[in-house]
């Protein structure tokens, strides 16, 4: 226990007008479209929101489907899914492959206009016979029924292919709009567990569109800039619960002060079994 340890030191803070360039990742700029309260929370006074648990699983799936695809990579060949879909591509060999798939390192590029040195980290890369890059990124979950990319929760998932997709282009790259999500489905369905899972593995495309980024990038980066906290966001959870709970807090001492008061005043004893 105790792994939340807010706040950061300031070094890992943004700074206005500073000359450094600022580091954000992709997460962080989802954050920002979440909810720009919590953002700035986050990146100007320090305090991040608590993590939540690693899906290991998840991870573990993440990290069998790279080693896959790295055999057919190596010997320049297609992949079997691809072949299934119809897909005229093959996994890509670049010489920063293991860099860009790193967490904390990714494919980056400074924008200009806001200085922020703007980051993420990809699962992987395919090449196609025009020679554009296809982004692709792979989920895993076990779900009844046709997985699709429709549920409202999945629209972070299209942003974060779509951010992978402008990083590249920043760098030079062509690139396909045209991305994949390799989705992992652990079947429920069978007679015994024998101590494996056994997975679906579909293959579903998506039409990026990255025309929203850099007004997003200058929207986050004036959101930074101020000096005022941004207002409570009322389709936030965490700006609910912050919110409630210092409503409780409050009441709590207005209540404790009429206590407080009633003694010296030698009123009749409080019942305190009354507020909670």
């Known amino acids: 226990m105790g792994y939340y340890n807010p706040p950061r030191p300031q070094k890992w803070n943004f700074t206005p007008n500073s000359k450094e360039p600022y580091r954000m990742s992709r997460t962080g700029l989802e954050n920002f479209v979440r909810c720009p309260r919590c953002f700035y929370i986050d990146k100007r006074l320090g305090v991040g929101q608590p993590p939540t648990p690693s899906f290991t699983l998840n991870s573990a799936v993440d990290y069998l489907l790279k080693k896959e695809f790295d055999v057919y990579r190596a ?7 691809l072949e299934k ?3 005229k591509a093959r996994p890509v060999s670049h010489a920063k492959l293991d860099e860009w798939r790193e967490t904390f390192k990714g494919i980056g590029f400074v924008h200009q206009p806001t200085n922020i040195h703007f980051y993420g980290g990809i699962d992987d890369l395919w090449i196609n016979d025009d020679e554009e890059l296809i982004v692709v990124d792979y989920k895993a979950t076990s779900k009844d029924g046709k997985i699709t990319l429709d549920d409202e929760w999945k629209e972070s998932y299209k942003r974060q292919l779509e951010i992978y997709q ?21 079947l429920k369905d069978r007679i015994a567990f024998d101590g494996k899972l056994e997975f679906d593995i579909e293959l579903i495309p998506y039409e990026g569109d ?9 929207e986050a980066h004036k959101c930074l800039m101020q000096d005022q906290i941004p207002d409570w966001n009322k389709d936030c959870d965490y700006c ?4 409630i709970t210092q409503s409780l807090e409050a009441k709590s001492k207005a209540e404790k002060q009429k206590v407080t008061e009633g003694k010296a005043g030698d ?3 409080f019942d305190e079994g ?3």
Do not use: M
């Open 267 to 269: 009123k009749p004893p």
């Open 166 to 186: 402008w990083l590249l282009r920043q760098n030079g790259f062509k690139v396909s709009t045209t991305g994949y999500f390799v989705y992992c489905n652990a």
């Open 75 to 81: 010997k320049g060949e297609t992949h079997p899914l």
């Open 274 to 276: 009354k507020l909670f």
């Open 240 to 243: 609910k619960y912050r919110k």
């Open 210 to 218: 990255d025309s929203w980024i850099e007004a997003k990038l200058i």
């Open 85 to 87: 879909y119809g897909v």
